[in-house]
């Protein structure tokens, strides 16, 4: 059974609030990468398409998901599909650490867009909090399975008057890792998102 969602309703607030979201969880992400200094998410839009859902199963909660047992909840899964127009806009630092550490440093933009997304999802939805995460697919471990499977990069490197020679696939890629690292630290099962049902009405 497929759904019908008004992608519509979503708005600028919800954006914004998604953008400060990722960008308090990113910041120390790129602590292991001498490469990469300090990097923000300074634009998001979640773009005029909505994903697909197919719901596959409707239940009672599964208690190893969300952690406890829940007379009152109720689990959906489903299969979710994405190729649309969403983009972020990430801005950072790229380093040259030779011959010495932060040698040379350029302020680099990217937009990140049109994501391909596909992957079985679960959605429950308990009295005082909603948990959702994707789970790894066809006997896939966590550590395998990403549901990000295709993005589009732009990228600019200094000022667009500057013509700076520089191989980018380093930057894209570990952009990419960035991503996928970040799906599977906080939506891939066993981990998940949990939001407080409260923070629906701010």
Not at 71 to 76: T, Y
Not at 128 to 146: A, I, M, Q, R
Request: aromatic content about 10%; some cysteine; charged content about 25%.
């Amino acid at each position: 059974m497929s759904l019908k969602i008004y992608w519509d309703r979503v708005t600028e607030k919800h954006s914004i609030k998604l953008m400060n979201y990722l960008n308090e969880r990113i910041s120390g992400l790129t602590e292991t990468y001498d490469m990469v200094g300090e990097m923000k998410i300074t634009n998001l839009s979640l773009g005029s398409k909505p994903p697909k859902f197919e719901i596959v199963q409707i239940s009672d909660p599964d208690a190893l998901i969300l952690g406890n047992k829940s007379p009152n909840g109720i689990e959906l899964r489903a299969k979710i599909g994405y190729d649309g127009d969403a983009y972020i806009e990430i801005q950072a630092e790229f380093k040259v650490n030779l011959p010495t550490p932060n040698f040379i440093s350029f302020p680099v933009n990217v937009k990140v867009s049109n994501p391909i997304f596909s992957g079985i999802a679960t959605v429950i939805y308990d009295t005082d909090k909603v948990c959702f995460c994707f789970l790894p697919e066809n006997g896939d471990s966590p550590d395998d399975f990403t549901p990000l499977k295709d993005v589009k990069f732009e990228t600019q490197l200094g000022d667009s008057a500057q013509q700076v020679l520089v191989d980018l696939d380093k930057l894209q890629n570990f952009i990419v890792n960035l991503i996928k690292t970040y799906l599977k630290k906080y939506l891939v099962f066993p981990n998940k998102m949990t939001i407080p049902l409260n923070e629906f009405s701010n």
